[in-house]
């Protein structure tokens, strides 16, 4: 049998020991922000008695609703279209398999930061013929600072907890052995994300003549939370 050299390195020691006893504690933080994005869904839908008829139909709409989503500028963050469809709608009754008419569906995402602009804009597009609007979905972005400040609080609260246990036995900290977020060992975290935000759904039929009123759109205020996991060790009290 090998003997273990006194200088190699000795296995950590996960309850501490008399002369360097630890700490574990868990540290939590949890934030209501204001979003600073909101996403809006609009799906702009036409028909024809052909295919051509209802291709071009479904191209003057989305170039009309790309046109109002556009115009108002830096508001919006971001635009994109997703799914395209063109399907044939075939008659009920008669043999064979008859086309009756064309339907074809385009699909607009948009982020706006301005919210203002948003319950206009939303308003504005859901007037329009044959158009959908969903939304809006509130967030943070990816980068947000609120995310920092719920980190650093947690790490702060997680400090805080272990320094009183140790003045409760008449001692101090010595040392931070480890820090980690929940989950990054493999553990789900505990408790649930926040939703994005509420939905809401509108469609219409003919425009009005005249621009209809905004909506007042209230933006959802956001949860962040934030929970570490900390090990200390202290100074040795006196029993």
Same mark, same amino acid.
């Given at each position: 049998?090998?003997?273990?050299?006194?200088?190699?390195?000795?296995?950590?020691?996960?309850?501490?020991?008399? !002369?360097?006893?630890?700490?574990?504690?868990?540290?939590?933080?949890?934030?209501?922000?204001?979003?600073?994005?909101? *996403?809006?869904?609009?799906?702009?839908?036409?028909?024809?008695? !052909? *295919?051509?008829?209802?291709? !071009?139909?479904?191209?003057?709409?989305?170039?009309?609703? %790309?046109?109002?989503?556009?115009?108002?500028?830096?508001?919006?963050?971001?635009?994109?279209?997703?799914?395209?469809?063109?399907?044939?709608?075939?008659?009920?009754?008669?043999?064979?398999?008859?086309?009756?008419?064309?339907?074809?569906?385009?699909?607009?995402?948009?982020? =706006?930061?301005?919210?203002?602009?948003?319950?206009?804009?939303?308003?504005?597009?859901?007037?329009?013929?044959?158009?959908?609007?969903?939304?809006?979905?509130?967030?943070?972005?990816?980068?947000?600072?609120?995310?920092?400040?719920?980190?650093?609080?947690?790490?702060?609260?997680?400090?805080?907890?272990?320094?009183?246990?140790?003045?409760?036995?008449?001692?101090? =900290?010595?040392? =931070?052995?480890?820090?980690?977020?929940?989950?990054?060992?493999?553990?789900?975290?505990?408790?649930?994300?926040?939703?994005?935000?509420?939905?809401?759904?509108?469609?219409?039929?003919?425009?009005?003549?005249?621009?209809?009123?905004?909506? !007042?759109?209230?933006?959802?205020?956001?949860?962040?939370?934030?929970?570490?996991?900390?090990?200390?060790?202290?100074?040795?009290?006196? %029993?």
């Amino acid at each position: 049998m090998t003997t273990p050299s006194p200088d190699a390195p000795q296995p950590a020691v996960p309850y501490g020991t008399p !002369d360097a006893p630890r700490i574990a504690v868990r540290g939590e933080a949890r934030l209501e922000v204001d979003p600073e994005i909101a *996403r809006i869904g609009v799906t702009v839908a036409s028909r024809g008695r !052909d *295919r051509r008829a209802a291709l !071009d139909d479904l191209t003057q709409r989305n170039a009309t609703v %790309l046109d109002l989503v556009k115009s108002y500028g830096d508001a919006v963050e971001h635009l994109e279209t997703g799914a395209f469809s063109i399907s044939p709608e075939l008659k009920e009754k008669g043999r064979g398999e008859r086309v009756h008419a064309y339907h074809g569906r385009v699909h607009i995402t948009a982020e =706006l930061t301005d919210f203002t602009a948003l319950g206009e804009l939303t308003t504005r597009l859901a007037d329009l013929d044959l158009t959908r609007v969903d939304g809006p979905w509130w967030a943070l972005r990816p980068d947000s600072p609120a995310y920092r400040q719920a980190r650093q609080q947690a790490v702060r609260e997680a400090v805080q907890r272990a320094r009183e246990y140790a003045e409760a036995l008449g001692t101090s =900290l010595a040392a =931070l052995v480890e820090l980690a977020d929940i989950g990054a060992e493999g553990a789900p975290p505990p408790y649930p994300q926040a939703p994005g935000g509420r939905m809401r759904s509108m469609a219409y039929g003919a425009a009005a003549e005249d621009t209809p009123a905004a909506l !007042d759109l209230e933006p959802q205020r956001q949860r962040v939370n934030a929970t570490v996991n900390a090990r200390f060790t202290m100074e040795p009290p006196r %029993l």
